[in-house]
Structure formats: structure tokens, C-alpha cells
């Protein structure tokens, strides 16, 4: 049986769930798991704790192909859209990738979110900022160009500041010794699932995936480690694309696009069996980008 079934038939909507008791605004309690998998986060208690690394190389032949045709005909599609949306059809088909931990507990994340870190130019004294986007289960190649287009947009502009930069500034008006204290309650209020929803909207650090594109950069990926504050189970970082000369099935030389990419996970939300189905599907998509055009069959519930 593969993890699409175990976890559940796909839907083409996800149903509407009543809170109950132990969930939280931004998760659904998991109650159905094992209980040695509960208990894990009792015996590793941070992410630090529980961090697993991996690393892949991703042929990107097929995708290359598939950006050049959409060029050709007019749609302005890149290879970070491609990126993000085949992550986002990885979450609706194996959501047990967007699960977190909160006070010992694990938590299905309601909502598909991505962060990712944008300089403003290519240039040493450009501010960064990071970027957070909602995207729903169904969301297709073209839905993720979009939002993604307009994020950047609108926080290109060295002059321009969104909600989490705000914010930051107004926290760092504040003497040291307070912020200290206000990072620490606000953390605690998270573990409990008190934060004001305010400060969840706005924190890069509670997204069900942390991306960063070192490739604009021309250089290899690297283990982005995972962040205490917040609620991030996987971080990824994805390299230059770089020709490398593999050998067929049939013992042919041949030259092909790669990527590297760097994953840093949090080891206790599910199992590596979980992880190895989640990758591999999301590998695959890359050899069969046209199928992110279209919303996919269905969408799968994580478990109860």
C-alpha cells in the first residue's frame, strides 16, 4: 500500500472540520498515531534536537524543456514557479509533510504556507526581506506565478516594507531586554497555541515549508538549519543548475541539467518512510511538469 492510500482517499476539496478540543487556529490535533510517535517529542524536545539532513540532485532536463516551451508561448513562468508548485502538489497529496510540533504535540497544518527570503537587488548593501504566501491544495503552476509575481513586486522597491518588516521594526524600538522577554512569552503562547494571530500572519517562522534559491546567486545549495521559534518542519535550499555527465540504464554517456537541493527536516512529524514517498513524488513532478498546470485529481486529509 503506498502513502497516498494510507493516509487516506484524495478529495476535491478538502472537508470542513469542527475544532475540537486540543486543536489549535493554525493545526488539528493528531489523534489517531501510534503513541511511541506521540511520545517522540516528549525525548527530543526542539528541532534542533530532531533535525535530519538529506540532499538530492534533481534532473531538470524535463523542466528546462517545459519553461522554454511556456516561453515561447508568452507565459513569463520561471524556475522558482515550477519549484514552489510542484512543493505545494507534494503537501496536497502527502500532507503529512505539513504537519509541526507544538508543546510535545503534532499538530496538521491548516493551511499550505511558503516562505521564502527575497533580496531586494543583487547587490551586497540591499535589505532582504522574507515573503510568506498562502496557497490551497488545489493551487496550480499558474495560481503560484501569480502570487508569487505580486509578492515580489510589490517588495522589490528598497523602499518598500511589508507586514513582517514592520513589524520587526517596531520590535527592535523596543530595549533589548524587552525583546528578550516579548520573544520569549510569544513563544510560549505559541507552544500553547495562544500567539495572536496577528503575529502568526506576519512570522515567516510559522510555514509549512522555508525556501531559499541560492541559484539566483550561482552557487550550491547549503543545510539551512530548522528554527526554534515558529512552526517550520522542513527547510529547503535548492543550488545553480549545473551539466553533469551520467550513465544510462543501457551504459550510455550522457550529459544532463541538474540541481543540487539541501533538506533539512524535522524528523518527528513523520515517518522516513513518509519522507522517501513525499521526495520521490516530489522528484518525479519535475520529470512531469505539465502535469502542474491543471489542480490535481484530488486532494488527501492527513490522518485523525
Known amino acids: ?54 540532499e538530492e540532485r534533481i534532473d531538470v532536463t524535463a523542466v528546462e524543456d517545459w519553461l522554454r516551451a511556456q516561453r515561447a508561448a508568452g507565459r513569463n513562468v520561471s524556475f522558482l514557479h515550477a519549484f514552489l508548485a510542484a512543493y505545494v502538489r507534494t503537501i496536497s497529496q502527502r500532507p503529512r509533510m ?13 493551511e499550505i504556507l511558503v516562505s521564502f527570503a527575497l533580496k531586494k537587488r543583487l547587490r551586497e548593501d540591499s535589505p532582504e526581506t522574507v515573503v510568506k504566501l498562502k496557497f490551497e491544495p488545489t493551487a496550480t503552476v499558474w495560481d503560484v ?13 528598497e523602499t518598500a516594507q511589508n507586514d513582517t518588516d514592520l513589524t520587526a521594526k517596531l520590535f527592535m524600538f523596543l530595549p533589548g531586554l524587552v525583546i528578550r522577554f516579548a520573544v520569549w512569552f510569544l513563544n510560549l503562547l505559541d507552544q500553547r497555541g495562544l500567539l495572536p494571530k496577528v503575529i502568526h500572519r506576519v512570522s515567516p517562522f510559522h510555514t509549512s515549508v522555508f525556501v531559499t534559491d541560492l541559484g539566483s546567486l550561482g552557487v550550491k545549495p547549503i543545510y539551512h538549519h530548522l528554527y526554534e521559534f515558529g512552526s517550520t518542519s ?5 543550488g545553480a543548475k549545473e551539466r553533469e555527465r551520467v550513465v544510462d540504464e543501457e551504459g550510455n554517456a550522457t550529459v544532463k541539467k541538474t540541481i543540487g537541493l539541501k533538506v533539512v527536516t524535522d524528523e518527528r512529524i513523520c515517518d522516513g518512510y513518509d519522507y522517501v514517498y513525499a521526495f520521490k513524488y516530489f522528484v518525479r513532478l519535475f520529470r512531469h511538469p505539465e502535469e502542474l498546470e491543471a489542480p490535481p485529481a484530488g486532494v488527501v486529509e492527513d490522518v485523525e
Do not use: C, H
Request: no cysteine; charged share 30%.
Open 1 to 54: 500500500m503506498d502513502a497516498t492510500a494510507r493516509q487516506g482517499q484524495g478529495t476535491l476539496a478538502a472537508p470542513k472540520r469542527r475544532r475540537r478540543w486540543g486543536d489549535r487556529y493554525d493545526g488539528r490535533l493528531l489523534r489517531s498515531l501510534d503513541p511511541l510517535y506521540q511520545l517522540i517529542p516528549y525525548i527530543m524536545k526542539t528541532r534542533s534536537d530532531a533535525q535530519n539532513l538529506f
Open 145 to 157: 506565478q501569480k502570487a508569487v509575481d505580486e509578492a515580489i513586486a510589490a517588495n522589490k522597491q
Open 98 to 110: 505539513n504537519r509541526f510540533i507544538a508543546g510535545r504535540r503534532i499538530y496538521a497544518r491548516n
Open 234 to 238: 522542513v527547510f529547503l535550499a535548492f
